[in-house]
């Protein structure tokens, strides 16, 4: 595949309990984003990685959420005792080239809703 | 903080007929970024602006960034069921060139 591909698509979860999302990014991306997208909203950035180092993990709304990305490659983002309002979309992107202002290709996203 | 309003919020037209959405904001733009999100997808790129005034074409589609670089349009001219989809802009923030702050987007539906 040559595009960015997450896993599952669709995640239903009941209130408390842990998730993990997992996005592969196009082969040889040095860049990882990953982005939340509430219902009616634009996406809302949440972590960066470059190679394997999270740079950036400004956006991640609280302490129960952690993304890791440990080969440089595949990343997975986890939410701990997931809650009502984490139910949303999540995008994972990539990009060719380190930090930068370049395209960031979009995976199709995991649809989570937590009950 | 630097906001983007995108309007109008919603938009349903016919087959044929030409459409102009904006994204605005208070403060000035390095540069802007233009995505159409087809349901159950991820956003793809349309195209990038950077130097105030610019204008650039797409098949049907035109860009044009504000002079003043605080607004910018996207106008389809004679639009079609397949531009259906979620248009949102963007702009790299908090100091960086890599962490993207989104609109909420223009929802199109062009229907045949």
């Known amino acids: 595949g040559a595009g960015v591909s997450q896993s599952p698509r669709y995640k239903v979860a009941k209130r408390g309990q842990d998730v993990a999302l997992r996005c592969d990014p196009i082969?040889?991306?040095?860049?990882l984003f990953w982005y939340q997208q509430a219902l009616g909203q634009g996406p809302e950035f949440l972590t960066y990685?470059?190679?394997?180092?999270?740079?950036?993990k400004s956006g991640l709304p609280s302490d129960r959420f952690f993304a890791e990305r440990p080969e440089g490659s595949v990343s997975t983002l986890k939410i701990q005792r997931t809650q009502q309002e984490d139910s949303a979309v999540y995008l994972c992107?990539?990009?060719?080239?380190?930090?930068?202002?370049?395209?960031?290709?979009f995976g199709p996203g995991t649809r989570l809703t937590v009950l | 903080t630097q906001l983007l309003e995108q309007s109008p919020q919603f938009l349903s037209i016919q087959e044929g007929e030409n459409l102009t959405v904006y994204c605005n904001s208070s403060s000035v733009f390095s540069s802007l970024q233009w995505y159409r999100q087809e349901p159950g997808e991820g956003p793809v790129l349309l195209v990038t602006?950077?130097?105030?005034?610019e204008v650039k074409k797409l098949k049907r589609l035109t860009f044009q960034f504000g002079d003043a670089r605080k607004d910018s349009s996207l106008h389809i001219t004679a639009a079609q069921p397949g531009d259906t989809g979620l248009y949102l802009c963007?702009?790299?923030?908090?100091?960086?060139?890599?962490?993207?702050?989104f609109g909420k987007g223009t929802l199109l539906t062009v229907n045949p």
């Open positions: 602006v950077v130097t105030g005034g």
């Open positions: 082969s040889g991306h040095v860049s």
């Open positions: 963007a702009f790299p923030s908090g100091g960086s060139n890599y962490k993207l702050t």
């Open positions: 992107a990539s990009s060719a080239s380190a930090g930068g202002y370049n395209e960031q290709f």
């Open positions: 990685f470059q190679n394997e180092a999270q740079l950036d």
